[in-house]
């Protein structure tokens, strides 16, 4: 089986090491993948580890020009898998598996063309709109690949229940667990949000702020969306913070860092899939949570300290709590890693995607997971 990744430029950024993650899955279940990314978007330097070169695709461009855009990468495609002849495209690829919404008219296009069947992530609710704009005809062989089972609504009242399939992202566990609160050393927290709730996210820099301010030895990270959505480097500067808060650009290079902390504080309720909150709970780091529904680790998880309000005070208190049982933050982190370890795998959602692709391989139709 032969499939392409197909990126948006949103995606790539922030989700690197999923994307990396299922090239390496899927070619140890003997699949071959080829990633395609948006050239002209500062991806080049980003620092890709992929089994083979990216090919790059015009993601800017006219609604008119989509398809010539889409046949050239499709050529391009063709070529790059040896066929001799390569005005006929159909049957070299099997599966156009589609990563972030701004791709998914591209990969509609693009699939056609090859006479490939289409997967669409729906990694988050916002999505639910575009899906049923996508206008698939009978004859696409096509899925919309959700995360969480509580997407399946969305999908539903959108027409396209029969083309939903379940494949929950996973995390690696790695064989060390973080020791968290080590004696002797600082405590680290890290704010992690894309910074779109901006009432949310003050509230729990405000509540960080309240938690640490009589104890000297933390230090606080942030990612950079967060601080500049939410125009949080003012607040530091209030709370005379600066000495101890850390602003992390490009925090997706940076991942193995965040991943060393000790709590994670992700006030998100979007209903958005990040492979970040899942990998935090693969390293048996602390986490308190905004009371995202849609997210069923949070949900599930006993370990994750779930905020139901997302005022100052609760941020502070949950915090607090934290800070001053440090066994308790331990005990928790580790019920979070065994949580993802047992439902969470990234090994489970490779085989949910290969299930998905067989369904679309065929012209028996969509089915669910289950």
């Known amino acids: 089986m032969r499939v392409l990744i197909l990126v948006d430029a949103m995606f790539a950024i922030h989700e690197r090491a999923l994307i990396e993650r299922i090239v390496v899955g899927l070619a140890n279940e003997g699949v071959a993948a080829q990633v395609v990314l948006p050239k002209g978007r500062h991806l080049e330097e980003a620092g890709f580890d992929l089994l083979s070169e990216p090919v790059w695709y015009a993601d800017r461009g006219l609604a008119l020009t989509r398809q010539i855009r889409a046949a050239h990468v499709a050529k391009q ?30 990969g509609r296009e693009l699939a056609r063309i090859l006479g490939a069947g289409m997967v669409f992530e729906v990694w988050r609710a916002g999505l639910f ?61 890290v704010l992690m949000s894309s910074g779109r709730q901006k009432d949310q996210c003050i509230a729990a820099f405000e509540g960080i702020a309240d938690a640490i301010e009589s104890h000297e030895n933390i230090m606080v990270f942030a990612n950079l969306e967060v601080v500049e959505r939410a125009s949080l480097w003012a607040k530091v500067q209030e709370r005379k913070l600066e000495d101890r808060f850390t602003i992390i650009d490009r925090s997706e290079d940076r991942r193995d860092l965040l991943l060393r902390c000790d709590i994670l504080v992700y006030p998100d309720t979007l209903h958005e899939e990040r492979t970040l909150l899942l990998d935090v709970m693969g390293t048996g780091m602390a986490i308190i949570a905004g009371n995202d529904e849609f997210i069923t680790p949070i949900q599930e998880s006993p370990g994750i300290s779930i905020v139901d309000r997302p005022s100052r005070r609760s941020w502070a208190e949950k915090l607090s709590a934290c800070l001053a049982d440090p066994a308790g933050a331990r005990r928790s982190g580790i019920e979070s890693r065994e949580y993802v370890a047992k439902h969470r795998r990234g090994g489970m959602y490779i085989t949910s995607v290969l299930d998905a692709y067989r369904v679309v391989s065929t012209e028996d139709g969509a089915t669910d997971a289950d």
């Open 77 to 106: 495609v063709v070529k790059d898998q040896g066929a001799k002849d390569t005005e006929s495209l159909s049957g070299v690829i099997d599966i156009v598996h589609v990563f972030g919404g701004g791709a998914w008219t591209m």
């Open 129 to 189: 709109d575009l899906a049923k704009g996508l206008h698939l005809e009978e004859s696409d062989r096509a899925l919309f690949m959700i995360p969480e089972r509580p997407f399946e609504t969305g999908l539903i009242k959108a027409g396209l229940g029969q083309r939903v399939h379940l494949a929950q992202w996973g995390a690696q566990v790695s064989s060390e667990i973080i020791n968290i609160f080590r004696e002797g050393k600082n405590i680290s927290i």
